[in-house]
């Protein structure tokens, strides 16, 4: 993957998280929007199919004038087996054309299945077979949406609470496989990594030391918490000193890299506290200035870190 610009610290949207956009200097430099949020997808059948919400709509311009935007999707269900979401693509199309991004997004993963003759929503993101069958089903998509969106095309790590047995390909390997094959880079969510490694018992580092980094062009970072034996994503604190570890030993080794964001939903913001999140803020941009520096003391891609 080509280097992205390397725009900094962002922070992913949240109305709840607008006094902090609406203050004098807050410490980011750019904006990650998810676009669905600011539509209404009322189905196959209808014509239109999107809504979207002129409110909306016009918090995303008031933002786009302060910082350059990220879209950052929820919906394409890139890895659904029984079909692709081009109408959902033509939405991400013509946001790219209203707003340039320098580069986009969406899951690795599907959310999306037939059931019975329906096609059911799962209401979550659900992990793929790690195997040439996912490879060759995932590349011609992922060709099609560089093709139709002409802005760099991230894919992001999967948190998963639940394996797929017998894996042809470890996590590493099949995402410099992927990579590779389609041109598409990765988002690297070193959050997720981090919930996989507690809920499955095994060492992140094992995994960032056999990632071809030169594929990273966005990292995001997170909090999440405990309920009934698992560590779940939940966007719902600062982030955790043991993804801050994480951090610290990715980010100069990620040569092509545009920015790190942070995420937290909304429904958490009062209670973590604006606060909080600016001083995780001011840390990130304090390690992204440092690691700047840094970049090219780590030629080997694959080395082990110490």
């Known amino acids: 993957m080509h280097a992205l610009p390397k725009l900094g610290v962002g922070l ?23 676009p669905d949020i600011f539509w209404t997808d009322r189905g196959p059948a209808v014509e239109p199919r999107y809504l979207e919400d002129a409110k909306g709509l016009g918090t ?52 999306l299945a037939e059931h019975q003759g329906v096609r059911a929503n799962a209401g979550i993101t659900l992990p793929l077979a790690r195997d040439r069958e996912s490879i060759d089903l995932l590349v011609p998509r992922i060709r099609e949406v560089m093709r ?56 992140p580092f094992d995994v960032l030391r056999h990632l071809d980094m030169r594929h990273v062009g966005e990292i995001h970072v997170a909090g999440g918490m405990e309920l009934d034996g698992f560590y779940l994503d939940a966007h719902s604190d600062v982030i955790p000193e043991a993804v801050w570890h994480l951090l610290e030993w990715t980010l100069p080794r990620c040569r092509n890299i545009g920015g790190v964001t942070f995420e937290i939903f909304g429904s958490w913001v009062e209670s973590v506290g604006l606060d909080a999140i600016q001083a995780d803020l001011e840390r990130l941009q304090a390690l992204w200035s440092r690691c700047q520096g840094e970049a090219t003391a780590h030629p080997a891609q694959r080395e082990v870190g110490t």
Do not use: K
């Open 12 to 34: 992913a949207y949240q109305a709840p998280l607008n006094p902090l956009f609406d203050s004098a200097s807050p410490p980011i430099d750019y904006v990650e929007v998810v």
């Open 60 to 111: 995303v311009s008031s933002l786009a004038r302060r910082w350059p935007l990220v879209a950052h999707g929820i919906g394409l269900s890139i890895g659904s087996a029984d079909g692709f979401e081009t109408d959902h693509l033509g939405q991400v199309e013509r946001w790219w054309q209203r707003h340039r991004f320098p580069w986009h997004s969406d899951h690795l993963a599907f959310h």
């Open 148 to 203: 139709r969106v002409p802005a760099p095309f991230l894919l992001e790590n999967n948190v998963y609470y639940f394996d797929i047995p017998e894996a042809e390909m470890d996590e590493a390997t099949f995402l410099d496989t992927l990579c590779r094959e389609s041109g598409c880079g990765l988002l690297l969510d070193l959050h997720n990594l981090h919930t996989n490694a507690r809920n499955h018992g095994f060492d």
